[in-house]
């Protein structure tokens, strides 16, 4: 909860140093450099809450051993990391939640202290829909679920919380590279062996959607949720094989 | 443990005991749990063919000394790990079965409760997972955080509870779901001698209600005063289980102390005990004594295996 | 068979048949993803392109920070520490014109005279040797350049960078005339860019297309549109009339 807190306050903190450091801004429309900052709250310190709270929540329970008690009762292994998870993915909503409000403000705000400009003007200075940036947030919800379902198969396996934690940034990091890796190697048996390779690791830069809050990409139901399919097949695949893992740990 | 003999046969008086007519709360088959070790092929065997039955309503004590297998057991009981052989049944159920467990309290050996709730709150987190309805769940917890001493600090965070006070709220979320069962993983450690004088008149009243009380203790003298019957582990097998009078050789199987002999008297009779295919067994004047007799006698069984 | 080895071969076979069923739905969204922020290029700095796709959203901002340490480095004429700080930046955030544009500029136009030395500056257009220098980092602009993402090349003052790089850089006017086409082709192209264009064509020889093209120019301009100078584009349509038919 204090790093939830604290990561919050991170965000917002980041958000409002957005506005004032303006000066640091180079080639981008300010609005769009503002929107930058609260995206990338979004998603790295979105990452660091999903990662720490997931496995908080499920190899912390296993390390204090407050999950003896816990299977002790009517509870299967499989509802406890179901439940786990669905506490693990409500914080994280919180969390997002909270630093779109706080972006959404801060446009709001900068647009408030530049009213000479005319909506064909601000179009111009690139502006920032709030549609856009709702959108990007919920497929944060999403690409983090699916995080937070990686982060609880290696927590479900791991022997030291260090293992949990480092598993989890590793394949977030791997995810965010998939794409440019599988495009800079080179023709032959290495492309086709790593294109293998890659699929084994879900694609987390797909979710990046901030061209839809910048205006230069258009939206569409049936993209969005192959992407919303795409999470929740990957997030089904890691908890079921967490719920394995689960299954055959011993307390 | 491996490489070692096959278990001596020693005092087993369990097989009595199921004798008697009565529904069986607890019975173990064969139970052996085996860990893998890093070394290929090789593995730690923590219990190895232990076979118990524990009747309803009667208290018995699991004793061993540390790493005897107590613990591996009252895990596989509870369902929180899985034999590698043998069975287990909870009322002729298998505790992987969620409504075995819900006839199971359980009070761990330590307190592994999260300290950010309150005492209130840790018994509305149980009480879910046991699928009380709300109203019956308050009224419950009440009734047990008032039972044990605890109505005050009922809303006070477990981080600012005593050992003491942690113990007695293990003893509220054990009894929650009113259990037919009660797997007592050492009740009174971290306890005062008035805690755990408390703690024997919970248990002799758990038995009046009717319950089965599972105990594992080092307060031997309680054990002895407070269980029907007991089992003495070592290196995960049982070397010992039957009623404390069986045990302690009270009736037909009772054996005498041997006084007023010098050393080489005493020799004498060994050799000829020996001689006649017996031994020399040193007197159960208490579960203590027996205790450590038996502890000790296996492990020389085993070093010189 | 142990578990661990199980769990493995599962997690495998698993993960592969998930990733081949959702490739579908990941090649669809990678498309998308390619417009906006993503990773351009990390063949020369990948070590701290991986340092940086944790940063996630933040990778534009860090890229900000990447190009202004650039400067510092700018200052003392480090040339491999600049090149590698406008790749990473440009690999953080590929989005930026700015960091396109004025990367080429640096490229083309200062780092020849770190070469050279200021005092042989002029050498650059004067000696053979000299003019060999500024074409190889005017080539080397350009392939600068050429590794924008396609939505970013297709920007007028992308284009019209290219187009002057070709022009004075390389004199090559035939280079640099596709490229000022494709930039008055694009809808937000500013007058003076066609202009020049029309200016550049004279100066290619090609007096026939220049008048054409003018006068298609001219037929589009507003009379509100300062930026138009419509007198001044009718008088140079009657100039090139004038000397075409002279010429003939």
Same mark, same amino acid.
């Given at each position: ?251 | ?200 008149? @919970? ?12 105990? =594992? ?9 407070? =269980? ?62 027996? @205790? ?14 | ?248």
């Amino acid at each position: 909860m204090r790093l939830f807190l604290l990561l919050a306050v991170s965000g917002i903190v980041s958000l409002v140093g957005g506005l004032y450091f303006q000066e640091f801004n180079l080639g981008s429309s300010e609005l769009r450099f503002i929107a930058d900052f609260g995206f990338g709250a979004m998603t790295l310190l979105g990452s660091i809450v999903t990662v720490v709270a997931t496995v908080q929540l499920l190899y912390g329970e296993i390390e204090h051993r407050t999950i003896l008690p816990i299977l002790s009762k009517p509870v299967s292994r499989g509802e406890f990391l179901l439940g786990k998870l669905l506490g693990a993915w409500l914080t994280i909503c919180s969390f997002i939640g909270i630093l779109t409000l706080a972006l959404l403000a801060a446009l709001w705000i900068r647009q408030w202290q530049m009213p000479d400009l005319g909506e064909e003007a601000l179009l111009e200075q690139g502006a920032v829909s709030s549609s856009g940036v709702l959108l990007f947030a919920l497929m944060q919800c999403f690409r983090l679920m699916v995080l937070a379902s990686v982060t609880a198969f290696f927590s479900a396996y791991a022997s030291s919380s260090l293992f949990a934690v480092f598993m989890g940034f590793f394949v977030w990091v791997i995810g965010q590279l998939r794409g440019s890796l599988d495009a800079q190697w080179g023709e032959g048996i290495g492309q086709s062996l790593l294109k293998t390779l890659t699929l084994l690791i879900p694609d987390f830069r797909i979710f990046d959607l901030g061209a839809y809050a910048f205006g230069e990409a258009e939206a569409s139901l049936v993209s969005l949720l192959g992407l919303v399919l795409y999470a929740v097949v990957y997030a089904a695949l890691y908890g079921s094989l967490a719920a394995v893992v689960l299954k055959n740990r011993e307390f | 443990m491996f490489g070692r003999p096959a278990p001596a046969e020693l005092y087993h008086f369990s097989d009595r005991l199921a004798l008697k007519e009565s529904v069986q709360a607890i019975e173990l088959r064969e139970l052996t749990k085996d860990f893998p070790l890093m070394e290929r092929g090789r593995y730690l065997r923590a219990v190895d063919g232990l076979t118990l039955r524990i009747p309803e309503n009667s208290v018995f004590g699991l004793l061993g000394p540390n790493g005897s297998g107590k613990s591996t057991t009252i895990r596989m009981l509870l369902g929180l790990s899985e034999p590698s052989r043998g069975e287990i049944r909870i009322f002729g159920a298998s505790p992987q079965e969620a409504e075995a467990r819900r006839r199971v309290g359980y009070l761990p050996d330590a307190p592994y409760y999260h300290k950010f709730l309150t005492g209130r709150e840790l018994l509305r987190f149980f009480g879910k997972l046991l699928g009380m309805s709300r109203s019956e769940l308050e009224r419950r917890a009440e009734e047990l955080l008032a039972q044990f001493g605890l109505a005050d600090a009922m809303d006070r965070k477990l981080g600012a509870y005593s050992k003491g006070m942690l113990q007695r709220l293990g003893f509220a979320q054990a009894l929650l779901g009113d259990p037919d069962i009660l797997v007592l993983d050492e009740p009174t450690a971290g306890v005062d001698p008035v805690g755990a004088a408390e703690v024997g008149d @919970f248990v002799r009243g758990l038995r009046e209600q009717g319950k089965t009380v599972l105990l =594992c203790s080092h307060l031997l003298t309680q054990v002895q005063d407070l =269980c029907d019957a007991v089992g003495i582990m070592n290196k995960g097998r049982l070397l010992a289980s039957g009623s404390i009078d069986e045990l302690l050789g009270v009736g037909g199987d009772a054996r005498f102390a041997i006084e007023g002999l010098t050393g080489s008297e005493l020799g004498e009779v060994a050799r000829f005990a020996q001689e006649k295919g017996g031994d020399l067994v040193p007197l159960g004047q208490n579960l203590e004594d027996l @205790f450590r007799s038996l502890v000790s006698k296996d492990d020389q069984r085993g070093g010189e295996a | 068979m142990n578990f661990k080895r199980r769990l493995l071969i599962l997690w495998f076979a698993s993960s592969l048949l998930v990733g081949l069923l959702t490739q579908p739905l990941r090649q669809g969204a990678v498309a998308r993803a390619e417009s906006g922020e993503s990773l351009a290029s990390l063949a020369d700095g990948l070590g701290q392109g991986i340092t940086f796709a944790a940063l996630g959203g933040y990778r534009t901002i860090a890229a900000n920070f990447v190009w202004i340490s650039m400067y510092g480095d700018w200052r003392y004429r480090l040339k491999g520490e600049v090149l590698e700080k406008m790749q990473l930046a440009v690999s953080l955030n590929p989005d930026s014109v700015y960091f396109w544009v004025d990367g080429s500029r640096i490229i083309a136009n200062d780092m020849p005279v770190w070469q050279v030395g200021d005092d042989l500056m002029e050498s650059l257009f004067e000696s053979e040797e000299g003019i060999a220098i500024r074409k190889a980092y005017g080539e080397q602009a350009l392939a600068f350049l050429e590794q924008a993402p396609r939505a970013v090349a297709q920007r007028v003052p992308v284009l019209v960078e290219k187009a002057s790089i070709c022009w004075q850089r390389l004199a090559d006017l035939d280079r640099a005339l596709v490229y000022f086409k494709q930039a008055v082709e694009k809808e937000d192209v500013p007058n003076h860019i066609c202009r020049v264009y029309a200016e550049i064509l004279v100066k290619n020889g090609e007096v026939k297309k220049a008048y054409e093209y003018l006068k298609s120019h001219y037929a589009g301009l507003s009379d509100d549109d300062r930026t138009a100078l419509k007198p001044f584009v009718a008088r140079r349509i009657e100039e090139l009339k004038a000397k075409l038919e002279s010429g003939s």
